[in-house]
T-cell receptor, first 113, second 114 residues
């Protein structure tokens, strides 16, 4: 049973470009969570999604950031018009049910030049 | 509000010694407390978790204790080894909008010296 998969593992963008981060949850998991981790800091919750629904986006900036988890395919975290402050590691986690154990992927490290 | 405090932020021990990391949480309704280990360049890995209906759980060299009255829980690692060196995060569940959200502590960087 493959774990949570994220790609790309590393992403370099110039200011103003778009970043697309993908997350495939563990098999059988329909709940996906995105977190951001700045260097030497903890994990900050961004958004929680179930298939085709955003359940909680309270941690995601209102502008430039969006997330989706379509019926088919991976969950996507999209950052438009990236700025240097967006540079961070973005982790995706999945769980079989809400409130159950969350399993993390290896993360995508975004660097904005 | 929702808050998890974790101490210490850094911990240095000699190989073979024990290490203890403590966390406190703000919501008395929290009922799930996982601990994650994050090695450099990797994602957090679940190492042990505990639910509010038990006070202690042990898995080989790792144990977690929970004091619901005081709203704190601790991670205990015995007979530490160099490969235990990593950043450890505690988390607590908070009920939000009908589901349980995990709030993480700021992390503890553990260094085990041979």
């Amino acid at each position: 049973n493959a774990g949570v998969m994220q790609n790309p593992r590393h992403l370099v963008r110039r200011r103003g470009q778009e970043a697309r981060l993908r997350c495939s949850p563990m098999k059988g998991h329909s709940h996906v969570y995105w977190y951001r981790q700045l260097p030497e800091e903890g994990l900050k919750f961004m958004v929680y999604l179930q298939k085709e629904n955003i359940i909680d986006e309270s941690g995601m900036p209102k502008e430039r950031f969006s997330a989706e988890f379509p019926k088919e395919g991976p969950s996507i975290l999209r950052i438009q018009q990236v700025v240097r402050g967006d540079s961070a590691a973005y982790f995706c986690a999945s769980s079989p049910q809400a409130g159950e154990t969350q399993y993390f992927g290896p993360g995508t490290r975004l660097l904005v030049l | 509000g929702e808050n998890v405090e974790q101490h210490p932020s850094t911990l240095s021990v000699q190989e073979g010694d024990s290490a203890v990391i403590k966390c406190t949480y703000s919501d008395s309704a929290s009922n799930y407390f996982p601990w994650y280990k994050q090695e450099l360049g990797k994602g957090p890995q679940l190492i042990i978790d505990i639910r509010s209906n038990v006070g202690e759980k042990k898995d080989q060299r790792i144990a977690v204790t929970l004091n619901k009255t005081a709203k704190h829980f601790s991670l205990h690692i015995t007979e530490t080894q160099p490969e235990d060196s990593a950043v450890y995060f505690c988390a607590a569940s908070f009920s939000s909008g009908g589901y349980n959200k995990l709030i993480f502590g700021a992390g503890t960087r553990l260094a085990v010296h041979p």
